[in-house]
């Protein structure tokens, strides 16, 4: 009977134990959950708009060197391709070859300016591969990089005069200046590519954005 007594007590001080250990693992639980879906929604933000948001820009330049009016429908450019987690996913592995050369130091300042023209090539063509994308925008820098240093540089004044007036001078002016300067630089770029035969080059075949359709 004792041995009974006893068994019993310990079953119960066991059992009260782990009702005390339930509510804190149920506070680990509701502090867990939130942080990881803030996570996932910042990394979609990050990943589907921000950074898709560059290929959109590079496609709506690209068009409005020829058309001078553009459809708001293009804003959602990704979306109409259906190609946005490709998309998505080029900009992805562009970011995390960028990060591995960030290790480097001087690796990442270099490796920016090659992978320069990722945006430009995704936005031509939505179906390429995010290698492929890679390597033709390394294949098209190579001679060029140094070229858009100086050019990144000259818009040095226009950076500050930016931080000066709280970004007011880029949204009235500078920043789409900017935009279109390095679309040109783009279209320069990728003209000498198709000149010269680049490996890859014939991977950019949309005419539409350097002719106008007929109407």
Partial sequence: GIGMVKGSRKKERGWTVSVERGPKELRGVSIAVPVILSLAVYIFVWLFIQETYRIVMARMLLEGRS?????????????HTRKWPRMAWTMFVENVFLFLWSLTIVGFFIKQYSYRMVP???AENPNIEALDAIRLSRRMMKGHKWECFVADCSF????LLNLITFGLSGIFY?????????AEYYVYVRSMAKTTGIAGSEMLNDEYLYFKADP
Avoid at 174 to 182: D, L, T, V
């Fill in 174 to 182: 500078s920043n789409g200046y900017n935009a279109a300067f390095f």
């Fill in 156 to 159: 040095l004044g226009w950076y």
């Fill in 67 to 79: 058309y001078n009016k553009l459809p708001a429908s293009r804003f959602f450019y990704p979306i």
């Fill in 120 to 122: 430009y090539i995704v």
